[in-house]
C-alpha cells in the first residue's frame, strides 16, 4: 500500500519535474528545439494517460453500482492505475536522468563522451524494458465480465500489442548492441515509433468495432 | 516455470489454450471439444490455473476461462506444439476429436 502512494506520488512528480528540465535543456540549447519539444509532448502523454485512468476510476468508484460486475471493473481499474503509475515513473525516470545529465553537461558540469559505452548499455537496458512491458501485456486481462461478446477482440489486440512490443524491445536493443552509434541513433527510434502506431491504430480499430458493437446492441433492445 | 512446462507437456491442456486463444469460452464449450469426462476436464482446467496460463470467473451458474499467457508462455506453446512436448502426439489427441465429431450427440443435460 506504501509502496502504491510513493509511486503514484513519483508519478505525479516526475513527469513535471522531466517538463521543466526539457525546458531548461530547451533555453540552454535551442538549435536542438525538436528534440526537447519532443520529450515534453511525451512527458504531456504519460500526464493525460495518468490522468485518464485516475478519472476513470474516480467515475467508477462514484458509481452507486454494487453489482458483481461492477465491483470487478473497479477491482481492474486499481490494477490497471497501479501498473500506469509504475510504468510512468520508470519512463518518466528515465527521461529525468538523461535530461539532467544532458543539462548539466550544457552547463560544462559533467563530461558525457558522445556515443560512449554508459549510452549504449543504457539502450539495450530500455530494450530490454520495453520487451519485458510488452511480454506482461497479454496477462493484463480485463474482467471477463466486461469482455462479454467482444473479449476475442480484446484479447486479439492484447496480443498483439505484446508480441508487437516484445519484438520492437529486442530489435532495439539488438540495434544498440551491433550497429555503429550513428545508425542506431537513427533506426532505434524508428523501431519505437513503428510499434506505436502499430499499437494506436489497433487500438482505435478496436474501440470503433466496440462502438460499433454497443449501438448495434442498442438498436437491438 | 515448472507448472508452466507441466502445464504445457499435456497435448489436452494445450488445445485447451488454443481454443481459448480465439476467444473466452465456458467451462461446457470447452469440454465440448473432447472426449474426456467432465472431472478430468477439470484437472486440466486447475493445472492451467495453477500454472496461471487461464483465469476464470462465475458468471451466473457459468465459469468462463480466458487467457493469461505472457508472450513468452505463447512462445513455449508454439515450441510445444511444434516439437510435440509430452508422451501424447498432437494427432492422437486430434484423432479423439474426430472420433468425438463423428459420434451422435449424447443426452447429456
Given amino acids: 500500500m506504501t509502496l502504491n502512494r510513493i509511486s503514484s506520488r513519483a508519478a505525479s512528480a516526475l513527469p513535471l519535474v522531466g517538463i521543466g528540465l ?3 535543456n530547451w533555453n540552454a540549447r535551442p538549435a536542438e528545439a ?3 519539444a519532443i520529450a515534453v509532448v511525451m512527458l504531456f502523454v504519460m500526464i493525460a494517460v495518468r490522468y485518464g485512468w485516475q478519472l476513470a476510476l474516480r467515475r467508477s468508484s462514484e458509481r452507486n453500482d454494487s453489482s458483481e460486475r461492477a465491483a470487478i471493473i473497479s477491482a481492474a481499474l486499481i490494477r490497471i492505475v497501479g501498473e500506469v503509475n509504475r510504468g510512468v515513473v520508470f519512463g518518466a525516470l528515465m527521461m ?12 560544462g558540469l ?7 559505452r554508459w549510452t549504449t548499455m ?23 465480465a466486461s469482455m462479454q461478446g467482444h473479449g476475442a477482440r480484446v484479447q486479439a489486440f492484447q496480443r498483439l500489442a505484446g508480441w508487437t512490443w516484445v519484438l520492437c524491445g529486442l530489435g532495439f536493443a539488438a540495434v544498440w548492441l551491433a550497429m555503429p552509434f550513428d ?8 523501431l519505437v515509433a513503428a510499434a506505436m502506431i502499430v499499437t494506436i491504430v489497433e487500438f482505435a480499430r478496436l474501440v470503433f468495432s466496440l462502438r460499433k458493437l454497443r449501438l448495434h446492441g442498442q438498436n437491438l433492445n | 516455470m515448472d507448472k508452466v512446462f507441466k502445464a504445457l507437456s499435456d497435448p489436452t491442456r494445450r488445445r485447451v489454450l488454443q481454443l481459448l486463444r480465439k476467444a473466452p469460452m465456458s467451462a461446457g464449450e470447452l469440454s465440448d471439444h473432447f472426449a474426456v469426462s467432465k472431472p478430468t476436464m477439470s484437472a486440466h482446467f486447475a493445472v492451467l490455473q495453477e500454472a496461471g496460463l487461464i483465469a476464470s470467473q462465475r458468471s451466473g451458474r457459468t465459469i468462463i476461462y480466458g ?14 506444439q511444434t516439437f510435440g512436448w509430452g508422451g501424447e502426439s498432437e494427432r492422437a489427441t486430434r484423432g479423439k476429436h ?12
Wanted: charged share 20%; hydrophobic share 55%; no cysteine.
Fill in chain 1, 96 to 107: 529525468v536522468i538523461s535530461l539532467a545529465l544532458t543539462l548539466a553537461h550544457s552547463y
Fill in chain 2, 67 to 80: 487467457l493469461v499467457m505472457s508472450v513468452l508462455e505463447e512462445a513455449l506453446l508454439g515450441f510445444a
Fill in chain 1, 122 to 144: 543504457t539502450m539495450i537496458l530500455v530494450g530490454a524494458y520495453l520487451a519485458v512491458l510488452g511480454n506482461a501485456m497479454p496477462r493484463q486481462l480485463p474482467p471477463l
Fill in chain 2, 98 to 109: 474426430t472420433k468425438l465429431a463423428r459420434r451422435p450427440a449424447r443426452e447429456e443435460t
Fill in chain 1, 110 to 116: 559533467v563530461d558525457v563522451p558522445r556515443g560512449g
Fill in chain 1, 183 to 190: 545508425e542506431a541513433r537513427r533506426v532505434a527510434p524508428a
Fill in chain 1, 22 to 24: 526539457a525546458l531548461a
Fill in chain 1, 34 to 36: 525538436r528534440a526537447w
